[in-house]
């Protein structure tokens, strides 16, 4: 009797074990499927610009332009200030771009408005915002306000940070919301696109194409220019010669000789040539 017991106790500890197990299992899984909003970008900007350059279908904006903020700056302004604030810069961007619709923005929220998160007064009207690095600065406050009970690193300018109590019920993307369903599943599918981005760079063989190409159009180049009219320097008269050829002979290579010579006739019937 007593061997029975123990071996029904064996028994169920081996299936207790297996429970726990199986639990543990499926809790790892699930932590690491989770995207940390906090921490260190695992994608470079050099990637940024690219992801957005390849799969943008509107250029980039020209009043971001107009004030001199062009793609390489924008995605490094977002780059710094995620960096101060310790919130990673894939996600920070990859948030911009679902938010703005790739920058498109819309009927409520103007793009000079630069505001990249929808962020809204007390009133309940879209803040505006004086500069374009103000409204990154103000996004990614408001992201670290979900993701983290931190204290912000530089001043505040997130109009509704104060209005996120408790702080830091959102650490990963996945528990981000808004009246879009999809909302976190969008940023994190260009998210993992962003990181997946392969740099295109010129290798040295494609270096070396571009440079005998190029001494091959410099090599024996020969320039005729016809018919070309020319104005005396001489203030008072200011007859018109027309020069009727004009040779340039010799290699393209800099530091080479050339012979430049010329022809041509003048309104008073006189012969010009040089050389």
Same mark, same amino acid.
């Given at each position: 009797?007593?061997?029975?017991?123990?071996?029904?106790?064996?028994?169920?500890?081996?299936?207790?074990?297996?429970?726990?197990?199986?639990? &543990?299992?499926?809790?790892?899984?699930?932590?690491?499927?989770?995207?940390?909003?906090?921490?260190?970008?695992? =994608?470079?900007?050099?990637?940024?610009?690219?992801?957005? *350059?390849?799969?943008?279908?509107?250029?980039?904006?020209?009043? /971001?332009?107009?004030?001199?903020? %062009?793609?390489?700056? &924008?995605?490094?302004?977002?780059?710094?200030?995620?960096?101060?604030?310790?919130?990673?810069?894939?996600?920070?961007? =990859?948030?911009?771009?679902?938010?703005?619709?790739? @920058?498109? &923005?819309?009927?409520?929220?103007?793009?000079?408005?630069?505001? /990249?998160?929808? +962020?809204?007064? @007390? %009133?309940?009207?879209?803040?505006? /915002?004086? &500069?374009?690095?103000?409204?990154?600065?103000?996004?990614?406050?408001? +992201?670290? =306000?979900?993701?983290?009970?931190?204290?912000?690193?530089?001043?505040?300018?997130?109009?509704?940070?104060?209005?996120? #109590?408790?702080?830091?019920?959102?650490?990963?993307?996945? %528990?981000?919301?808004?009246?879009?369903?999809?909302?976190?599943?969008? !940023?994190?599918? !260009?998210?993992?696109?962003?990181?997946?981005?392969?740099?295109?760079?010129?290798? %040295?063989?494609?270096?070396?194409?571009?440079?005998?190409?190029?001494? #091959?159009?410099?090599?024996?180049?020969?320039?005729?220019?016809?018919?070309?009219?020319?104005?005396?320097?001489?203030? *008072?008269?200011?007859?018109?010669?027309?020069?009727?050829?004009?040779? !340039?002979?010799?290699?393209?290579?800099? $530091?080479?000789?050339?012979?430049?010579?010329?022809?041509?006739?003048?309104?008073? $019937?006189?012969?010009?040539? /040089?050389?």
């Amino acid at each position: 009797m007593y061997i029975k017991r123990k071996t029904a106790r064996i028994i169920i500890g081996i299936i207790l074990l297996s429970i726990l197990s199986i639990n &543990f299992s499926v809790d790892y899984a699930i932590a690491q499927e989770t995207t940390p909003i906090m921490g260190e970008s695992q =994608a470079s900007k050099e990637q940024m610009v690219q992801y957005y *350059t390849e799969n943008s279908d509107v250029t980039y904006p020209q009043e /971001f332009l107009d004030k001199n903020i %062009d793609l390489e700056k &924008f995605v490094g302004l977002i780059y710094d200030e995620a960096v101060v604030e310790g919130v990673r810069a894939d996600v920070a961007i =990859a948030q911009i771009i679902v938010n703005t619709n790739w @920058l498109k &923005f819309d009927r409520e929220v103007s793009i000079n408005n630069n505001n /990249f998160g929808s +962020l809204k007064n @007390l %009133d309940g009207t879209y803040e505006s /915002f004086n &500069f374009i690095q103000e409204g990154i600065r103000a996004n990614i406050q408001h +992201l670290k =306000a979900h993701a983290s009970t931190e204290p912000l690193n530089q001043e505040c300018v997130d109009p509704e940070y104060d209005l996120i #109590e408790p702080k830091g019920l959102s650490p990963n993307v996945e %528990d981000l919301e808004n009246e879009d369903s999809e909302y976190s599943n969008k !940023i994190i599918n !260009i998210l993992r696109q962003i990181i997946s981005t392969e740099i295109k760079l010129l290798t %040295d063989n494609m270096l070396h194409e571009d440079e005998d190409e190029e001494d #091959e159009l410099l090599l024996d180049s020969t320039a005729t220019i016809t018919n070309t009219e020319v104005e005396s320097s001489d203030i *008072t008269d200011k007859s018109i010669v027309t020069v009727d050829v004009l040779n !340039i002979d010799g290699t393209g290579y800099t $530091g080479n000789t050339h012979t430049i010579r010329s022809s041509g006739t003048s309104e008073n $019937g006189v012969l010009y040539q /040089f050389w």
